[in-house]
């Protein structure tokens, strides 16, 4: 073996003897005067505290800290003077292992190298008036002479702590934090400025509460990291260098600065590549519950920053946080946006120099683009202010074509096959549980070219544009245009205080509504009659609401109709210069006032069309003027009867009609519904064809054209009552015979008709004075006939002998 090894191999030898040695000398120390150890550790221990901290009592454990000595303190208890009071201990601890370096213990100097607490509370406690519990480490007085900071100050290389409960506790601030940490291991260094450590922890929170009567952060997370921390004598603040902590289990960046003369702090956090959610639900519930009124469905960015001036002026700490979010899926309470994109922000005071809370909070959506129901937005700047009442305003723009709107809106009561819409709106909402009610809208939408099916009335409007103007809660529509089949439709509409309305009474919302048209095919709107077809969505709960909702406002809202047409068409009735007033209400269109020109006259009608299941009620009122009966019959298809037809009538009709009946979906008439009166006067009539009278001519007059009786006038009232039509006694004095007539013409069985028939030929009397004729008119021979039903279904002519 080489010299210079052997030498090197005995140097060793020598210095491990010598460190054994020395360690057992210190091993015998401590056991041989564990008082006066105990003492002079509890002595290093109470260095700059105003208090005393206690210990029942000392065992050696020499091998845990091999080569240095250690020695597990038994029954530690911190107690400030004011204990008897608040009943809180500082510390109250099972065992505390204290490392002693063996030369300065040898020379009488305990030097402390390492303070391990196990199985340990802590608890920092600061009553309502400001007082704390660690009062107790206020300096004391300093002297004239002193020696150095570093000879005379308490300086620990190692600190652990190893399943300890922590609660720093403040009533006057309302703050409260709770840990029960399991781990830290904290390696110290002592510069002349102060002192640098690394501090590795694993702990759970059970409370990180900034503001007690708002909820916690972190609540019921683990915290697992290491950390570099700073001390500053000149500062008289600890900084933590920015690390990876893991919060919950993500990985968050985590720096601050903890100012203690003004128990002021400041927290940066970044974190990527996280769900909303779990963020949201990493604050305190007062922030968390609104937050998570909102989704987004793919991890983003967040940066933000907790900052307390120490003040306490307003409970909570001042609160930034912005985020940035890419491509991903938004949830809000109207909806989803999909492809969105933003940079959005939160803060509690949003004014400069204001308060800290919810009534200045503010959440900011800046660059937005999405698509909403398929719609493309773009908002420069969206913001929800004042998160205690919250109120949403941002500019709108869009432009897409109406398609996209197919299997987007929750309802399958639209289809749009063509156009356009463009819109630019500025909105202005209160927000009540995070849904949008009383809406302020400014701007407008403007529509080109649609191709629109609104399937629950079977309505197909083509080429049809609008534009909609909002004025704050008031909407009108101008400039719009309609086609549905041959008829054209010009619009012009405005609406009160629609967008309250909207969302909060659609039954109140009133329409007003101007249209004008050229030309109208009133068949086209016949699906109006009908009831509202059903068509179940399979849509999500956002837009089953957003389509209930427009579903409701269409079904629910009232409209006030004025409708000038040049010509009307429906079936068989052609009408000019049609001015009509109509509301539809609920289940009900109401005619309030309608004027035609008609069948040579003129024709005016209010009533109602109330919608049933089967089929419609209506109820009419009409007043008719000097109009061709024979067109009017046969433009009122008869009136649901075929007895007396257009075909047997001539003349100009002028009537009052008072009448109820039924009307089916489709617009017919609906046999023996028809219940009311018509008082009625013809001028310059013939009766052309009509069975009854033809019949009573081949009883009774061969000779004499009853084919085509010619009436100059005649006065009448109808009593109809379903398939029965009462005819109240009447004179008819006629080219072929004058009679009288009167009783019930019934559609079915039932006619029972009297007739006095004198049979005097009316020619023979045109030579006589109006009061001859009258008195003429029954002289002779008068046949009492009755017209009554036959076997057959038809009608035949027996002798009355009950005649009056």
Not at 500 to 515: E, S, W
Request: aromatic share 8%.
């Amino acid at each position: 073996m080489k010299r210079w090894l052997k030498i090197s191999l005995k140097i060793v030898s020598v210095l491990v003897v010598l460190i054994i040695l020395t360690w057992l000398a210190g091993a015998f120390y401590i056991s041989r005067n564990k008082k006066e150890v105990l003492a002079s550790i509890l002595s290093q221990l109470n260095k700059n505290l105003n208090g005393q901290i206690t210990a029942t009592s000392m065992e050696p454990t020499l091998l845990k800290s091999f080569p240095g000595v250690s020695v597990s303190l038994n029954g530690v208890l911190l107690r400030d003077s004011l204990w008897a009071q608040h009943k809180h201990d500082l510390l109250k601890a099972q065992d505390i292992d204290v490392s002693l370096n063996v030369l300065s213990l040898i020379v009488g100097n305990i030097n402390i190298k390492q303070i391990a607490i196990n199985n340990a509370a802590i608890y920092i406690y600061t009553d309502s008036t400001g007082y704390s519990n660690t009062s107790i480490f206020k300096s004391k007085p300093k002297t004239e002479k002193k020696s150095s900071p570093k000879s005379s100050a308490l300086e620990v290389g190692k600190i652990d702590f190893n399943k300890v409960s922590l609660i720093l506790d403040n009533k006057k601030r309302f703050k409260l934090f709770n840990f029960d940490i399991d781990q830290i291991q904290g390696r110290m260094e002592y510069p002349d400025s102060g002192w640098v450590g690394k501090i590795k922890l694993k702990t759970q929170v059970n409370s990180f509460a900034f503001n007690t009567r708002k909820g916690s952060f972190l609540k019921d997370k683990s915290l697992e990291g290491t950390l570099q921390a700073h001390y500053s004598r000149d500062l008289d603040a600890v900084i933590l260098y920015p690390e990876i902590l893991n919060i919950g289990g993500h990985p968050f960046k985590i720096g601050a600065k903890i100012d203690l003369a003004k128990s002021a702090f400041a927290i940066n956090i970044a974190v990527d590549d996280i769900l909303f959610r779990d963020v949201a639900l990493l604050l305190s519930p007062n922030i968390s519950s609104k937050l998570l009124k909102f989704g987004i469905e793919k991890p983003i960015d967040i940066r933000g920053n907790i900052i307390d001036d120490g003040s306490g002026k307003y409970g909570d700490p001042l609160i930034k946080v912005g985020i940035k979010v890419r491509d991903n899926i938004v949830s809000i309470p109207a909806g989803k946006l999909t492809a969105c994109n933003f940079d959005g922000s939160f803060t509690n005071r949003d004014t400069a120099g204001g308060v800290i809370g919810d009534e200045n909070s503010s959440i900011k959506f800046h660059k937005l683009t999405a698509k909403y129901f398929n719609a493309p937005l773009k908002i420069d700047t969206f913001t929800v202010n004042n998160l205690s009442r919250p109120i949403a305003t941002g500019l709108v723009t869009s432009q897409f074509p109406l398609s996209n709107l197919n299997n987007s809106l929750g309802t399958n009561d639209f289809e749009f096959k063509n156009g356009t819409a463009n819109l630019r709106l500025y909105c202005k909402a209160d927000i009540d549980n995070f849904r949008f009610t009383k809406p302020v809208v400014s701007g407008k939408i403007q529509v080109a070219d649609a191709d629109i099916l609104y399937i629950p009335r079977k309505l197909h409007l083509v080429k049809s544009a609008l534009n909609i103007n909002f004025n704050q809660n008031d909407l009108s529509i101008q400039n719009g245009h309609f086609q549905l089949g041959k008829s054209e439709l010009n619009v012009n509409c405005s609406i009160a205080n629609f967008a309250n309305l909207y969302y909060t009474a659609p039954d109140k919302i009133l329409v007003n509504l101007k249209m004008s048209s050229p030309q109208l095919y009133l068949k086209e709107f016949l699906p109006f009659l009908g009831p509202r077809s059903s068509n179940k969505s399979k849509s999500n709960g956002n837009k089953r609401v957003v389509s209930k909702e427009l579903s409701n406002v269409l079904e629910l809202s009232k409209m006030n109709i004025r409708l000038t047409v040049d010509k009307a068409i429906y079936n068989n009735f052609t009408a000019k210069n049609l001015d009509a007033d109509i509301s539809l209400r609920g289940g009900g269109i109401f005619f309030n006032k309608i004027s035609v020109a008609h069948a040579g006259g003129q024709l005016s009608l209010d009533g109602n069309i109330m919608q049933e299941a089967a089929s419609n009620s209506f109820k009419i009122d009409s007043k008719i003027s000097h109009v061709s009966v024979k067109d009017f019959f046969y433009s009122f298809d008869n009136f649901g009867q075929n007895t007396i037809t257009n075909r047997n009538l001539k003349g100009y009709l002028s009537s009052l009609v008072n009448i109820s009946g039924r009307i089916s979906h489709t617009g017919k008439i609906l046999p023996r519904s028809i219940n009311g009166k018509v008082i009625f006067n013809l001028k310059n009539a013939a009766l052309v064809n009509f069975e009854p009278m033809v019949k009573v001519g081949k009883f009774a007059f061969a000779n004499r054209n009853l084919s085509n009786v010619e009436i100059k006038n005649l006065d009448g009232t109808l009593n109809i009552r379903g398939d029965k039509v009462e005819i109240s006694p009447m004179q008819i004095n006629s080219s072929a015979l004058n009679f009288n007539v009167k009783g019930t013409y019934a559609l079915g069985n039932g006619t029972n008709v009297a007739m006095d028939i004198p049979l005097r030929n009316p020619k023979g009397d045109e030579n006589l004075t109006r009061e001859e004729k009258k008195q003429a008119r029954m002289r002779g021979i008068v046949l009492h006939l009755k017209a009554v039903d036959d076997e057959k279904g038809g009608i035949k002519i027996r002798w009355n002998k009950d005649h009056d």
